[in-house]
Each structure stands twice: as C-alpha cells, then as structure tokens.
C-alpha cells in the first residue's frame, strides 16, 4: 500500500475505533492517537518530500502510484503530492490535532461529533492526496456534507438556517464542479481522469476552455468565498462549533483556493489567461469587502469570519496574478491563513464557553480575568494583521510583491486597492483588542470567571508556536512551494 493512503486509512480507523467506544474518555484516546499519527505522518512526509527535493528527485509528484479503479471510465485511485499537498496535508494534521484538544470537552454526543468530524477530516487528507479528478471530487464531497450536521446540532445561534445556506451554497458550487469536470473529460477525449495526464496532453479547444473554466473556478470558488458567493460563510462559522469552525475556516476553504489552481488554472490554462482578469475583479472586492464588513460587525465569530473572506479573497486574488512569486504568496497565505484563524476560532470559542458572549460590546477587562486567552488573542491579532516575525506577514508581502510584478495598469491598480485592506484590518483587529481586552469589566460576573484549562492552553500553545515558526523561518515553506508552483505555471500563457 502507498503511504500516502494512510491519511485515508488512519481516519477510517479511527471512525471503527470511535464506533466501539464505550465512554468519553476511550473517544478522546481515539481521537489522540489519531490525529498524533495523522500529525507524525505528515511531519514526516514533509521531511521526506524536502529530503527527496535535495537528493535531486525532479519528479512532478512524488509518491505517486495508482491503482486501476472503473477501467471503462478510466477512472483510477491515483495519489501523489508535490510541495502544495505536502502544506496543505501538514497544516491539516495540525488543526484536526488541535482541533481535537479544542473540543475536549464538548457536549453533549461527543462520540458523534467526533465520528462527524473524523469523516470530514477524512475527505480534506483524500483531497489533497488525489491527482485523479473523480477520485478528488469524491473526497471533497466527503469533506462538505458532514458540515450540515455538525452545524446544525452543535452550532449555536442560527444553526439550522446556516447549515441548510452553508450546505445549498457548496452544493450549487459542487454541481458546476461536476459539469465542469465532465467537461474537461470528455473534450479530452474521453482517455483519462489523471490530472497529470491531462495537463500534458491537453487537447481542450480554447474556445471550450472559456465555457468550462467558469464553472469549475466559480464551483471551487464558492468554498473560497469568491464574491458574491460568499454569503453562506460567515453565518456558517459564526453557528459553528469551536473545532468544526478551525477546521472549516483554516482547511475547508483551501480546497476552494486549491481546487482553483490545481483544476481550473491548471487544466484549462487559455481560458485561465483570457478570462483572468474578470475574477481578479471579483476578488479584488472580496479583499477589500471582506475587511471593511468586519470593522462593522460586533460578533467575535462574525469578525472573524469576514476577515477570512478578505484573506481567502487574498489567495485567489494572488493566484490570478499568475507570477511565480505571487501564487507562491498564495500557498503561504493558505498555510498562514489557516493557522491563524484557527487560533482565533479557538480562543473565540474558549472565551464564550466562560462569558457565554461573544458581543464585543458586553466584554471587557478580559486580560485581567483570563490573561492566558487574552495574551493569546493579542498574538493572534498581530499575526493576523501582519506584524513582521508572524506567519500574516510573509505571506503577504510574497503576495503583493509578486502580484506587483505584473507591469501593467490594470494589475497594478487591483494590487494597490487590494494592499488597501492591510490598514482596514490594523483597525478592527486593534479596534477588538481594545473593547474586549483592556476596557473595564462591564459585567460584574465575569470577574469569578477562570482562565484556560490544560486542554485549551495546549491547543493554543500549539497554534501560536507554528504561526511565530512560520513566521521566522518561512524559507523552507517558501522552497518547498516554489518549486511546486512552477509546473503549473508552466502551461498558463503569460500575461
């Protein structure tokens, strides 16, 4: 067996093992084992992966294998991973493994919203491990559909009206997804379901090309937040559990940004290059729109999840810039992206498990009462704005840096708009800071409140190392990207 059908393997695993658990505590010693091995693994594949880079391995995708599946539709379980699986698998085992401790002491059905949520984790790792088109579709819908229950039961607030929005939004992207991919099948030739096969071989009129590129990069985009499909997001994380939220926002949203770039640009690269600039529109109004609708919010969750709009528009926005610098920029803010909001989620999360708030006008004095979560909240507003030595502020700088490369006015301008949204953020996260943290306690009970437990120090502890790691020490990231962007680029005619 491939190595790499262990990230598929291991959570199934831990489904079983979940299934015959008998308490509370065998299901958390499930989801520890699990999601350390998960975590093990992809640290070890990313030693591997650059191991194999510097020995001189050349190879598109390493690891690859595959194994005959429907032979009439020409339909394999094909794997592989190039620099972009490989970040993407890492910062996946990272969240599902905090995500876990995030979520110790969730009630009630905590064998349930565990097996929910091994499932869902279960289809972002087969995602970012396939290279054949059908078998990538049918684990990103392996990765969406648990998202309605575990919205819809623990959520909170408007929890079925989100789930039900959140699951129409991403199935309508999923039915222009499938008509797009059956398109790229069958204008192909009908030969093959391999990415790489595809690409190489790529026999797609261009005029072809223009009529399915929208589907598939507006069918990914909706998960990406593209404008104006975006409105299922934030009332989706804001219903949300604390770990279905990290997981959501800091990986189920890659795969929109991902599915872009490995599917639509990559695959039908003339209609990327003539079609380009009506997206770059749409996501240069998802930056800016994203941050100015999180200045006016005074939710926690709703602040956050419309500064993920603004950031994920970031990441298609830099794609489509289609420089090697900036679509490099584009992974790192995925990876930087992800971390970060992860750690909001989970101190957001932590902090209304106390308060039972999350409405920044009934908070205040919190770094007097919880200066644990506190600390950690000003971390992550600072990573998030992008102070330089965190993991916002390489990614950003990549992005507009190379996004600037592209010498015309039209590019330029969108970069300048774009760059915009950096003093928008620097005001609503400082703006947060400032209600919630340093003001006088507003509600006298908040002073008996306690701070993090073992659990959520732990989980948060976490998350801040890997986003001030990232930050530091961006280079091996960067390599490792880099080299894997350059293929893609490859069969994209320049601007």
Known sequence: ??????????????????????????????????SSCLLALSVWLTLHFIGERAAGNTEEMILHATTEWFPSLHINYEVGVDGISVVMLLLSSIIVFTGTFASWKLKPLTKEFFMWFTLLSTGVYGFFISIDLFTMFMFYE?????????????????????????????????ALIILGLVGIYFFNGASTMSILEIAHNNHIPAAVQN???????????????????????PIGHGCAPT???????????????????????????????????????????????????ACVQTDLKFINAYSSVSHCGLVLFALLMMTRVSCTGAILQMLSHGLMTALFFALIGMIYGRTHTRDIRELGGLMKIMPFLSVGYVIAGLANLGLPGFSG??????????????ADTFHRCCTIIAITSIVVTAVYILRTVGFILFEKVKNPHFE????????????????????????????????????????????????
Not at 212 to 220: K, N, S, T, W, Y
Not at 462 to 484: D, E, Q, R
Request: hydrophobic share 60%; proline share 4%; glycine share 10%.
């Open 243 to 293: 770990s279905v939220s990290m997981l959501h926002a800091g990986v189920l949203m890659k795969l929109g940004g991902y599915g872009c770039f490995r599917i639509a640009m990559f695959l039908l690269p003339q209609a990327a290059h003539d079609l380009a600039w009506i997206f770059l529109i749409l996501t240069t109004i998802s930056v800016v729109y994203g941050a100015f609708s």
């Open 393 to 406: 502020f390489i990614a950003e700088m990549t992005i507009f840096n190379g996004s600037f490369e592209n």
């Open 1 to 34: 067996m491939n190595i790499l059908s262990l990230f598929v393997v291991i959570p199934v695993l831990m489904l079983l093992g979940l299934w015959i658990a008998r308490n509370v505590n065998q299901v958390r010693g499930v989801m520890v084992a699990g």
């Open 142 to 174: 392996v990765a969406l559909i648990p998202m309605y229950l575990l919205i819809g039961f623990w959520g909170s607030g408007r929890k079925e009206y989100a789930a039900m929005k959140l699951t129409l939004m991403l199935m309508g992207g999923s």
């Open 211 to 233: 009529v399915l590129f929208p589907f598939v990069f507006i069918g990914f985009g909706v998960l990406g937040a593209l404008f104006p499909f975006h409105t299922w997001s």
């Open 448 to 495: 008996e409140l306690t701070d993090a437990t073992w659990d959520e120090r732990f989980a948060v502890c976490c998350l801040i190392f890997c986003v001030a790691g990232l930050g530091s020490a961006p280079l091996w990231a960067s390599h490792v990207i880099n080299n894997a962007v350059a293929p893609i680029l490859s069969v994209i005619p320049t601007l």
